[in-house]
Structure formats: structure tokens, C-alpha cells
């Protein structure tokens, strides 16, 4: 992979600024988290960085989430940005600014570009008749019912009159663009990728939507508005200045444009290598320095998303081992370019043996000796040369974390751990033999304690901007102040062998990564799984949700949704608290109906392998089957279950819990103090598909 240092003293670097239909996941915090250790060592080389993430808030996808939630898409937009901004700032993420598409300061950009690219005669207008992924936010071949070939999901049928970008102009001039700059893309999969989609032929772009109104307005044409992915791509600009009549947000622009990397997920490789250059290139403006994709965190053998239900959140390995652990298990683990597994069981192993084993009880060791022999003061020593490792580990790992290479940069980090710590217990420094006078020990533990915890000043350096915490913590215990200010002076850029002076004080031992013991895996599922939406936690938590009393069970307790197929639909139906109905926020007739409860009965029930509290089942509506997942394993035996009719949400979005894909919800009343749920029925006999209303 070419280095993607730019060679000026400046640098740009971005993440996809995230759509706000869900809540930030482990994912989303992958992308951020590299970019802030990218930045983060730009900073410390004395480089002037500029770190930009933000929120994506336009187009249909989040219009029907607002609506499903129901709430105005500004209401819904500013709740979600609002917890991507906090959990970036709990993380510790050094972003310097942090764009909302619908701010001012972008529409105006976004509506200057779109005017820029028809004044060049870039756009003209025509009719799009053809298939539409919501999802994905893309425009997609094919006849009506063909799948969006990127998530699966069935595409819509848009038949409007549009604005057209001609992007089939640019079909050659993006293949020489390609060729001329081989570093402008990465990973080599995402380079060939790209390259072979614009050598099958680039057809215009539609880039206007008539039929949503949850966008920016086409300039002098409101009636339309700007395609989402236009719309997104520009932050990059409107955020340092373009679109601004104000001289020094023009000045921010001219000195940060053109980006250095756009760092981004592998699925939008395609937005940001083919269309965002020909955008740039058709309105004159540079186009950036390299895009680059990491790959997939996978979890329980999927790609980790909200609409697959497989998602972990940050905020819980945060909270159990702290986000350093996070960071250093991200960019340790996976090869950055690659799809990688997370898991809680390979997280808490490289954390005991990388962190708390590894460089953690090595400081601990040096410090701790330190103060023991010689009054916690780095004695007088004569200096001496950079051991080979470490001389290697100085060239190397900046090579390597440059290329984007972090796995292998940290590997060689760790390496020089391994090597400081075999070179202690092979000194022992605290065992005298017998046959070596008190001076020559003193002079031995000398040598060996300062050359170790020089080695120890040298890896805190290089692994600051991966583990900045810990590196703060061990930058005060090396007798050094503040490992920030430090990085303010740009002290990796003269980083050498030799800058622990004799008579450093050194400051008092603190534990830096205590050891994860077993129950750390638990207290991480058990973080995940009350944090879990879906009803399976809420009923194990007695947490009624309550949809509707009108299929309530013969009991005098509300009826609960046992799965839900989407937690934030449930949020938008607050449960009644027992006894205080007055106070219950009510709904109109136009809302209840939009639930569509049906009659179902029971085919198939069967327990689920490895989840205690779910059932299989399927169920025949009369008019269809369907697969559905319930949370009632440990209140009903599955053979009973078979025949009954039950009453069941049918217009639930699918949800996949499992590996297996759950399609609508089944009612039950959940019973004090734990939730147990009774099935919601009926004492007359009832036809299958039947709608309660
Ligand atoms: O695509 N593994 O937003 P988005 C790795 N708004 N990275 C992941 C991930 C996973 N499982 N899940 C999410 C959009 N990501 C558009 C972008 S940019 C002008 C507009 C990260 O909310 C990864 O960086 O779907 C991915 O590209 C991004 O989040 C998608 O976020």
C-alpha cells in the first residue's frame, strides 16, 4: 500500500460521516477510531491536522426512521447526532470538527456545488424510471423486484422526473485518473473493484428526488430535492469552508483541501472513488489524495449492523476495559483492509496478554524497581547505544503505521515489549549473586533499569497515539509531565535512543491494565444484553412494552410484544406504568392502525440451539407462513404451543436474532415481577389472517 504521508505540513483526514437511522456501534467507532490514531500521530510529528466526522441526516432512510420513531426528521436527526457526538467524546476521539448535513453551512455548500456543476453543463434534467434501494440510499439495474445487489433488500420502484449528472463523461477520464495515481485507492480489493465497475460503463447519475422532501433543495427548483449521496459526499468540502463567502473559512479551504484520506467502510467504496471524483473533477475542484477502506468487523459471523441485529457498542467494552483496550484490540487484531471477527472472548485475550501481561507489567516492573533501588530517581549512568531492536522499531513502526499497516506496526511494538522484558529477567536486576560486590549490582541494576525503561519512554511514544491513555499514565510515571503537551511539541519527530536524563524523578507506580478476570466476558455480554432492544431482554427484564390492550390475554396485566422486531418502534409506544394511565402518552386512531395485528397460528415450535430463551416458530396467517422468533422458551414447553392461535405484529420490519430472521412479533401479557408473558388468545373461535382493529 503506498504511504499516504502527504508530503506537506498539513493534514486532512475524514471519516464517512454516519447516517442517523441508528445508534453508533462498534462498527462506526472502528473507522473513527483509526482516523483519531492517525491524527493523533500526524499531531505528535508536528503536522497541522485537521480530523472531521459527522453525521449524515438527509434522505428517505432517515425520513421513515424519523417517522417510525415518531418523531420530525430534525427532532429524530438531532437525538441520534447528539450520541454519535457523545460517544466519539467518551472515547476520548480528538476530532477537531464534527459536521451535521443539516447545517447551514453545508446546504449553502451543497446547493453552490449543484449550482457550479450546471452552470459547467454537467447536469440536465430527464426521467428516471427505475428501481431504488432505500437501504442503501442507490440507484439500482434491473426490472421492478430486482434485489439491491449490495444488502439484498428489495428495491422500490421511482418513476420522477430528475436531475442527471453526466457522469458518463467521465468514464475515461477516471480510468487514466486510476492509472496515473496508483495510490489514490485502497486496498488493492477495493482498487480492482472499483476499476472494473467504471470499465463496465458508467451511465449518467440521477441526482434529485422529487418524491421525498427530507433534503436540500435543488436551487431555483425546490420541488426537487439533492440525492442523498451528493448531498453526503460534499461534507468534506462545506466543512472546511466551501460555500463560504467568509475569507478565513476560504483560507481553511485552500490550506486543507485537497483531503489527504477519506477513510471509509469497503461497502462505499463506490460513492467515493468513482462519483465524488467525477463531482470534483466536473466542478474544477482538486480531487483528494486516497481513499481508504478497512474492511468488515464481523460479529457472530456477520457483518456487525443495526438491521441485522448482530451489533456491540462501544460504550461496553468502554465501560469493562477501558477504550485504550478497544483501540489497541482493533488495530492489533485486524489487518486494516481485511474484515476481521470481534469477539469478547479474543478482546479480553489479547487484553490480559498484550496489555495487562505484556506492556502493562513491564512498566510496572521498571517503575516500581526504580523507586525501590535507587529512590525512584534515574540514576547516573554513561549513556549508551540504541540496542538493534530498537533502532529497527524506530524505522519500522512508523513505515508501517504510515502504509496503514497497524497490525504490523504494533507487532513489531511489541516485539521490542517482549524484548525489554526477556532482557530484565535475564539481568535480574534484583537478585544479587553471591560472587558480585554491592558496587558492581548497583552499577548493573543501573545499567539495566535505565536502558529498560528508556526502551519503555521509546514504545509509550511510538504506541501514543493507539493508547493514549495509558500512554499519558506511563509518560507521568517516566518522570516525563504530559504525554499531550508533549505531543504539542511534536516529540515524535526528533524521537531517539538516549532522552531519559539521569536525575528524572520519576512519578509514583499506578496499575495501568489490571487483569481482566473471567467474569470480564460476562459483565460485557450483560451490558450487551440489557442494552439489547429487542423484547427477549426487555421480558427476562419485566419490561413491559405494551402495543395493545385490545389482544390482551384474559388477564388484567397490559399485553407486552415479546420480540420486537425493532426497539425503536417500541420506544415510540411508551409502556403504561401499572395504575397510571392519565398519565400514559396517548395516541391517535391514525398511529394504532398503522400496527397490524393479525390471528396466527402455531405450525412449528421448536427451541433455538444456544439461547435459552428463544422458540422457533412458524406460523400460517391464512393468507402466508412465516418464520417468527419469540422470548418465551422458558415459560412454554414448544410441543404445547403447536395448533394454537395467537395473535401476532405482521408489519414488523424482519430482524435477524441468531443467524435466523424473525418476521413480525407474537402479543402476550407480561406477568409481575419478572415479565413472564401469557399468550394473548381468544375464547371464540377465530378465522386465520384475521385483523384486530
Ligand atoms: O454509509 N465494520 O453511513 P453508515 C466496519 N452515511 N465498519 C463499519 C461497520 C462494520 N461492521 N459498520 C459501519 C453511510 N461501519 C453513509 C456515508 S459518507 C459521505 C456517507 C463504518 O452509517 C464504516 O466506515 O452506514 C462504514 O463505511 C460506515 O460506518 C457506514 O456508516
Not at 550 to 576: K, Y
Request: aromatic fraction near 10%.
Amino acid at each position: 500500500m503506498a504511504d499516504s504521508t502527504s508530503s506537506a505540513n498539513r493534514f486532512y483526514l475524514t471519516t464517512p460521516i454516519y447516517y442517523v437511522n441508528a445508534r453508533p456501534h462498534l462498527g462506526h467507532a472502528y473507522s473513527t477510531i483509526v482516523c483519531d490514531a492517525i491524527a493523533r500521530r500526524k499531531r505528535a510529528l508536528g503536522i497541522e491536522t485537521w480530523f472531521l466526522t459527522g453525521t449524515d441526516e438527509h434522505g428517505q432512510k432517515i425520513e421513515r426512521s424519523a417517522e417510525q420513531a415518531g418523531c420530525s426528521p430534525q427532532e429524530f436527526t438531532t437525538k441520534i447526532a447528539a450520541e454519535f457526538r457523545g460517544l466519539w467524546d467518551r472515547l476520548g476521539l480528538t476530532y477537531d470538527d464534527f459536521i451535521r448535513t443539516t447545517e447551514e453551512r453545508h446546504k449553502r455548500g451543497v446547493q453552490k456545488l449543484f449550482s457550479t456543476l450546471r452552470d459547467r453543463g454537467f447536469i440536465y434534467k430527464g426521467s428516471y424510471s427505475g428501481q431504488y434501494c432505500v437501504f442503501d440510499e442507490a440507484y439500482v439495474e434491473g426490472p421492478p423486484g430486482t434485489p439491491c445487489p449490495d444488502c439484498g433488500r428489495m428495491t422500490e420502484t421511482v418513476s420522477e422526473e430528475n436531475y442527471f449528472f453526466k457522469l458518463s463523461a467521465f468514464e475515461r477520464k477516471l480510468l487514466e485518473f486510476y492509472e496515473s495515481n496508483p495510490g489514490f485507492m485502497g486496498p488493492e480489493s477495493t482498487r480492482r473493484e472499483v476499476i472494473s465497475f467504471v470499465r463496465s460503463g458508467l451511465k449518467d447519475l440521477s441526482i434529485s428526488r422529487t418524491s421525498i422532501t427530507w433534503g436540500i433543495p435543488v436551487p431555483g427548483d425546490e420541488k426537487h430535492v439533492i440525492y442523498v449521496w451528493l448531498d453526503a459526499l460534499v461534507n468534506y468540502i462545506t466543512a472546511i469552508g466551501y460555500g463560504s463567502d467568509d475569507p478565513k473559512d476560504q483560507k481553511k479551504f485552500e490550506k486543507f483541501w485537497p483531503a489527504d484520506i477519506h477513510l471509509i467502510g469497503k461497502e462505499i467504496s463506490r460513492f467515493h472513488c468513482v462519483y465524488w471524483p467525477a463531482f470534483l473533477m466536473a466542478a474544477g475542484i482538486p480531487v483528494p489524495r486516497s481513499v481508504r477502506a478497512n474492511g468488515w468487523l464481523l460479529f457472530d459471523q456477520g457483518k456487525m449492523s443495526k438491521s441485522r441485529g448482530n451489533i456491540v457498542r462501544a460504550e461496553t467494552v468502554d465501560e469493562v476495559l477501558g477504550a485504550d483496550a478497544l483501540r489497541y484490540f482493533l488495530l492489533r487484531e485486524i489487518p486494516f483492509g481485511q474484515d476481521g471477527n470481534f469477539s469478547f472472548d479474543a478482546l479480553v485475550q489479547r487484553y490480559n496478554g498484550d496489555l495487562a501481561n505484556g506492556y502493562g507489567n513491564l512498566v510496572s516492573r521498571v517503575v516500581n524497581m526504580v523507586h525501590k533501588y535507587f529512590g525512584g530517581v534515574v540514576p547516573e549512568m554513561p549513556s549508551s547505544d540504541a540496542p538493534s531492536i530498537v533502532q529497527q522499531t524506530l524505522e519500522g513502526f512508523p513505515a508501517a503505521f504510515d502504509a496503514l499497516n497497524f497490525s504490523g506496526a504494533l507487532q513489531q511494538l511489541w516485539a521490542l515489549v517482549a524484548e525489554t522484558d526477556g532482557y530484565l529477567t535475564e539481568n535480574a536486576p534484583w537478585k544479587k549473586p553471591t560472587d558480585r560486590s554491592d558496587s558492581d549490582h548497583q552499577k548493573l541494576q543501573a545499567r539495566v533499569l535505565t536502558d529498560a525503561a528508556e526502551g519503555i519512554r521509546i514504545i509509550t511514544a511510538l504506541v501514543y497515539p493507539i493508547l493514549p491513555d495509558a500512554a499519558a499514565k506511563v509518560w507521568r510515571q517516566l518522570g516525563q509531565g504530559e504525554i499531550g503537551d508533549a505531543a504539542r511539541n511534536a516529540f515524535l519527530k526528533n524521537l531517539a535512543w538516549g532522552g531519559l536524563t539521569p536525575g528524572t524523578k520519576f512519578g509514583e507506580p499506578a496499575p495501568l491494565f489490571p487483569r481482566a478476570e473471567k467474569d470480564a466476558i460476562e459483565r460485557m455480554q450483560n451490558l450487551e444484553d440489557s442494552n439489547n432492544r429487542s423484547a427477549v431482554d426487555a421480558a427476562s427484564q419485566g419490561e413491559a412494552t405494551a402495543l395493545s390492550q385490545a389482544a390482551a390475554a384474559p388477564s388484567e396485566v397490559p399485553a407486552t410484544a415479546v420480540n420486537t422486531a425493532d426497539g425503536r418502534a417500541n420506544e415510540a409506544l411508551t409502556p403504561p406504568t401499572a395504575g397510571s394511565s392519565a398519565d400514559q402518552q396517548h395516541i391517535s386512531i391514525d398511529d394504532f392502525a398503522k400496527v397490524d395485528l393479525r390471528v396466527a397460528q402455531i405450525l412449528v415450535a421448536e427451541r433455538v440451539p444456544k439461547a435459552d430463551k428463544l422458540l422457533r416458530l412458524e406460523v400460517d396467517l391464512g393468507y402466508e407462513k412465516r418464520q417468527i422468533l419469540a422470548g418465551i422458551a422458558q415459560y412454554y414447553e414448544p410441543e404445547k404451543l403447536i395448533g394454537r392461535k395467537i395473535v401476532i405484529v405482521a408489519n414488523l420490519a424482519p430482524r435477524k436474532m441468531r443467524g435466523l430472521e424473525s418476521n413480525g412479533m407474537l402479543l402476550a401479557a407480561s406477568l409481575p415481577p419478572d415479565g413472564a408473558p401469557v399468550l394473548a388468545g381468544f375464547l371464540e373461535e377465530v378465522p386465520l389472517g384475521a385483523r384486530l382493529k
